[in-house]
């Protein structure tokens, strides 16, 4: 079955960019999509698509998706984006919906 | 705007039976695939199972089928979960979230409840 493999951890410091991997095989021909969960929330779509912002998801975060790795980009970093951060594509071959193992993302 | 909230969780043995609900507001319910996902305490996000907006297909993660039977009523607006035989790998948050496809499944989960806590031990 088609695995997605994400990093457990990123730190980033205030103000600068945190990058966040998933990869998978081939997974550039998958849609990826990205999702944000605080400590004792629900996770929120944050990137559909490899690149497409639902509204209110701000400018500073972006995907992109070539190859076998996909990204999710935070720029100008704040304490506000400390979260897990969880890849997600749907695997047409299995009908199923798959998740990363998930990055926890910390501004430090 | 979108709401969804779930409930049904328990403390419940193994072996035992449980059914989990999650009412929606805010969009057309029929028009819309609805999964579950879960999420073990302190682990990842997994996803169980997804019924078509008209009910009449289903998927599932491969070690809850034969297990769990997911199931709606579009004129209450209303998913559930019937979980079976429940096992102590089983403990997890529950989530019931609306798939971004409007009459057909989509690529991701748009909306997500605020989940519900299902505790599987003896």
């Known amino acids: 079955s088609y695995v997605l493999t994400q990093s457990p951890s990123v730190s980033v410091a205030p103000g600068k960019t945190a990058t966040i991997t998933c990869e998978g095989d081939n997974i550039g021909r998958k849609n990826v999509n990205w999702y944000q969960q605080k400590t004792g929330q629900a996770p929120i779509l944050v990137i559909s698509?490899?690149?497409d912002r639902p509204a209110g998801i701000p400018e500073r975060v972006s995907g992109s998706n070539s190859g076998n790795t996909a990204t999710l980009t935070i720029s100008r970093a704040e304490a506000g984006d400390e979260a897990d951060y969880f890849c997600q594509v749907w695997d047409a071959d299995s009908d199923h919906w798959l998740f990363g193992g998930g990055t926890g993302l910390t501004v430090l | 705007q979108v709401q969804l909230v779930e409930s049904g969780g328990s403390v419940v043995q193994p072996g035992t039976s449980l059914r989990l609900s999650c009412s929606a507001s805010g969009f057309s319910f029929s028009h819309y695939g609805m999964h579950w996902v879960r999420q073990p305490p302190g682990k990842g996000l997994e996803w169980v199972a997804v019924?078509?907006?008209?009910?009449?297909?289903?998927f599932y993660e491969e070690s809850v089928k034969g297990r769990f039977a997911i199931s709606r009523d579009n004129p209450k607006n209303t998913l559930y979960l019937q979980m079976n035989s429940l096992r102590p790998e089983d403990t997890a948050i529950y989530y019931c979230?609306?798939?971004?496809?409007?009459?057909?499944?989509?690529?991701?989960?748009?909306?997500w409840g605020q989940g519900t806590l299902v505790t599987v031990s003896s």
């Open positions: 698509n490899d690149k």
């Open positions: 019924i078509w907006d008209d009910g009449r297909k289903e």
């Open positions: 979230a609306r798939d971004s496809g409007f009459n057909s499944f989509g690529d991701y989960l748009a909306s």
